[in-house]
């Protein structure tokens, strides 16, 4: 099955309810699963994964509806956190005004990380000088003091042209946003208003793909779906290191950074108890590796997914970030946060 990234708020289709015979032909009522809706919102960047997963479960008999919407790691949390939907995807951890809106709500969940994902930062394919850049060179570019200010490209690098700069981000409600603004200003949400913004990925593709002098940041499978369209651009985590471009193997090894980052889905307590949710979970991680995979994610260990089964049956409720962010981490950072070490 392609994996090809859409933004449809709704999947799937109902099980068919089968017939029986008792002299004449009727219709039964449909499972009781099939009666239900499984409602998932979030992060654009997890939304691949969550999707496709989402699409084979449905291709069972009798599985229950399932919806995915896209609007943002915080965006999604807000409707998480009121009781509104049943799963959150993430692009990072809950933060603290999220976890108190959860506790107000009444809300427990579980913290699932499922995969992890390098943020890229892409330019037009015809700029052949910014193909590598420095985390302080990006700080230069995004930072709040930038705005109005650090207009073209030679503001930023005196080698560079006197061309003017076209922006493009991740919006507000975007944990992208929240990430890239920690990992190269070092405040989440710190970050110039004077740029092109969106939760919807593609609009970013689109954008940056049409004007030579745009540079912008997401995901790194929009990217892996758009080659032909944008190139990627190295980055050196220091004046001293070497520019590392994003790909699976920079991730597993840790050399990309500080964009590596982890994904995760965040399931509500109460609706994990609904035999229909465990069902999805239950198949979610019998499936993640193979489709973080082709949705072209970094999938984790086995021993990672084994660990989160167990958080299940253990009810282990809660996070391990404690609400701070989770910047420059690698896999193995993670896994032993995550066991609690």
Request: aromatic share 10%.
């Amino acid at each position: 099955m392609s994996c090809k990234l859409r933004f449809s708020a709704l999947i799937g289709v109902l099980a068919l309810a089968g017939c029986q015979q008792d002299g004449t032909d009727q219709t039964a009522a449909p499972p009781a699963a099939a009666m239900s809706t499984i409602q998932i919102d979030g992060s654009s960047t997890v939304f691949p994964i969550t999707e496709a997963v989402a699409e084979e479960y449905q291709a069972q008999p009798g599985a229950a509806r399932v919806t995915v919407g896209v609007s943002g790691t915080g965006g999604g949390f807000k409707k998480f956190c009121r009781g509104e939907s049943d799963i959150s995807n993430a692009s990072r951890p809950i933060q603290k005004s999220e976890m108190a809106a959860c506790a107000e709500n009444g809300v427990e969940y579980f913290e699932l990380p499922v995969a992890f994902d390098a943020l890229t930062v892409v330019i037009h394919p015809d700029n052949d000088f910014a193909q590598a850049m420095s985390v302080d060179e990006l700080k230069t570019l995004w930072q709040p003091a930038a705005q109005g200010e650090v207009m073209r490209w030679n503001q930023v690098n005196p080698a560079w042209p006197d061309e003017p700069i076209s922006l493009y981000g991740a919006g507000a409600d975007s944990g992208t946003f929240d990430y890239f603004t920690e990992a190269v200003v070092g405040k989440a949400k710190s970050s110039r208003g004077d740029f092109t913004a969106s939760e919807d990925d593609n609009v970013l593709v689109q954008g940056i793909s049409g004007d030579v002098n745009a540079i912008g940041y997401f995901g790194y499978a929009y990217y892996a779906e758009n080659t032909d369209k944008l190139r990627a651009v190295a980055i050196a985590n220091g004046a001293d290191q070497e520019a590392v471009y994003p790909s699976p193997k920079a991730v597993i090894d840790g050399t990309y950074q500080p964009l590596s980052r982890p994904m995760f889905i965040y399931v509500s307590k109460a609706s994990f108890a609904r035999p229909e949710v465990k069902a999805f979970i239950d198949f979610y991680f019998d499936n993640i590796a193979v489709l973080a995979e082709e949705t072209k994610n970094v999938p984790l260990p086995a021993a990672a997914y084994d660990q989160v089964r167990q958080h299940l049956v253990d009810g282990r409720v809660g996070t391990v970030f404690k609400g701070e962010p989770a910047t420059a981490i690698t896999i193995e950072e993670l896994l032993a946060r995550d066991a609690g070490l």
